[in-house]
């Protein structure tokens, strides 16, 4: 029997997330806070301000009513903003309440007000067990995959069972799902990509050529390695899917909502004129903040989220950024350390580590 499946939020990639579960066989609905929003999915399966020109499945229908969204769900996926999630998920307790069906984040942010990841704010929100929630990341820009252009994801939950789950309710012929339970490495790298790819668009929107924007990402992912494994990550999932498969993506797509608030900020635009002028949240700029109060409390130094920070409030010109040359003195460093005080941080920990499986043959234990 194919699995009855409900996912709170219609933009871009929740609606993409919902064609993805409809096309692996699964009776999407989707919950929409706008009415005519419903009535276009159902009634011309269609999204038209979201996803232009795509054609959405039959199996997928859907409501402004949230509990309606929610009945009889066998799983519940949520792809609503980070600002805004704490709150749809408190309105849907009810619904769920007493329910043992797993609750999956698609959501690539941290709250802002308490620095909490989605998954912790679904388990406070919903008084969750962990192992029913699962999170789900990837390089997924939601167009692409809405147009079947084939790509992969991760699903990742402290209980192996309901990853597998889930990955099984998201795989088609155009996507591919895996599994790890690095929950904190998989949402950090989903976070993290988003404040790289706003100082890729910001150095962008200035002019600057492909030498800098290579340095920045090499090095963004040196601070997002040192910053999530600080919070308890494993440094090989920045290596992965969620973490270098997403920055890639997230920092050389015009798609990317991120990379394309960083551009406007480039060009010279205040962060009050981007916000107006996005459709969709991008996320990161949101995400700074928060990232930086958290890095701050475990010692992890952040140079590039640094001059976002101030390109956001307006204390730099955006053409003065280059995080990447940022040093506190002019002592010579060593690539794969960004002073943490761990003689190389997390990064190189990985690469020997590596080294270390080739030595044994790849008799060690694998991560992946």
């Known amino acids: 029997m194919s699995a009855r499946v409900a996912v709170l939020g219609a933009g871009s990639w929740g609606t993409t997330f919902g064609k993805i579960l409809a096309d692996g066989g699964s009776d999407v609905v989707m919950w929409a806070r706008r009415p005519e929003l419903a009535r276009e999915i159902t009634e011309a399966r269609r999204n038209s301000r979201y996803l232009p020109g795509i054609n959405l499945p039959r199996s997928m229908r859907a409501t402004p009513d949230l509990a309606a969204a929610l009945d009889g769900a066998d799983q519940v996926f949520v792809s609503v903003p980070s600002s805004s999630a704490r709150d749809t998920l408190k309105s849907a307790r009810k619904a769920l309440s007493g329910s043992e069906v797993p609750v999956v984040s698609l959501m690539k942010g941290v709250e802002k007000r308490s620095g909490l990841r989605m998954s912790e ?47 099984r309710t998201a795989s088609t012929r155009y996507f591919r799902t895996f599994v790890n339970s690095d929950v904190a490495g998989t949402e950090f790298g989903g976070v993290l990509k988003n404040l790289i790819a706003v100082a890729i668009g910001i150095v962008d929107g200035v002019g600057y050529g492909e030498n800098t924007k290579a340095s920045i990402i090499t090095r963004g992912l040196v601070e997002m390695t040192d ?18 498969g997403d920055l890639i993506a997230t920092c050389q797509s015009p798609l990317s909502r991120n990379n394309t608030a960083g551009r406007l900020l480039g060009q010279g ?62 002592t010579p460093q060593e690539e794969t350390q960004y002073g943490t005080g761990d003689r190389g941080g997390p990064l190189r920990r990985a690469l020997e580590r590596a080294r270390d499986l080739f030595r044994d043959g790849g008799r060690g234990s694998r991560g992946d």
Do not use: W
């Open 227 to 244: 910053f999530a494994v600080a919070y308890g990550a494993q440094p090989e999932t920045m290596q992965g899917l969620a973490g270098l």
């Open 121 to 167: 704010v679904i388990r406070e929100a919903l008084a969750c067990d962990p192992a029913r929630i699962a999170v789900a990341s990837g390089p997924n820009l939601a167009l692409e995959i809405a147009r079947e252009q084939p790509t992969a994801a991760v699903v990742s939950s402290v209980n192996g069972d309901t990853a597998a789950a889930i990955a």
């Open 269 to 330: 635009y205040s962060l009050p004129d981007v916000v107006s002028h996005m459709e969709q949240t991008a996320e990161g700029l949101s995400s700074v903040a928060p990232i930086l109060e958290l890095a701050k409390a475990r010692g992890v130094d952040m140079p590039i989220v640094e001059q976002v920070r101030m390109v956001l409030d307006g204390t730099m010109d955006p053409r003065d950024i280059a995080p990447h040359l940022t040093t506190d003195d002019d």
